[in-house]
């Protein structure tokens, strides 16, 4: 599956932000995709994911309960519900994409095979 990622961009501190990431291809149910952030100076880490199947949904820790991932496989499309952003969400986000991958990876950059160009989001106070 190819990726694509979009929507970033400036944004105030406390406003909303939606990204989304749209897959090419067939069974895009079938995917695990997930969204990675990369802040300024630091490595990339975790920020949502939803699973194939059923769209379980997974959070890291620093977006958890201000971030909601959710997908409409009808348009293969992940988005990514950015609520009461702060600065320190300021960073490159990636979509990428894994077929079935198993629930305890959902985390792991390594094991997603499938990446969007990343799409920048600046939040400014």
């Known amino acids: 599956v190819q990726l694509q990622a979009f929507g970033g961009g400036l944004v105030q501190a406390g406003d909303s932000r939606r990204l989304t990431c749209v897959g090419s291809g067939r069974a895009f149910n079938s995917y695990t995709v997930a969204w990675f952030r990369q802040r300024p100076g630091k490595e990339r880490e975790f920020a949502a994911a939803?699973?194939?199947?059923?769209?379980?949904?997974y959070y890291g820790e620093s977006v958890k309960e201000r971030f909601i991932v959710f997908r409409d496989n009808t348009k293969n499309t992940v988005y990514l519900q950015m609520d009461n952003v702060q600065l320190e969400d300021t960073a490159v986000y990636y979509c990428?994409?894994?077929?079935?991958?198993?629930?305890?990876?959902?985390?792991?950059?390594?094991?997603?095979?499938?990446w969007g160009q990343g799409t920048q989001v600046t939040v400014s106070s």
């Open positions: 939803s699973s194939y199947g059923v769209g379980t949904t």
């Open positions: 990428a994409a894994a077929s079935f991958l198993n629930e305890n990876y959902v985390d792991t950059e390594r094991y997603y095979n499938s």
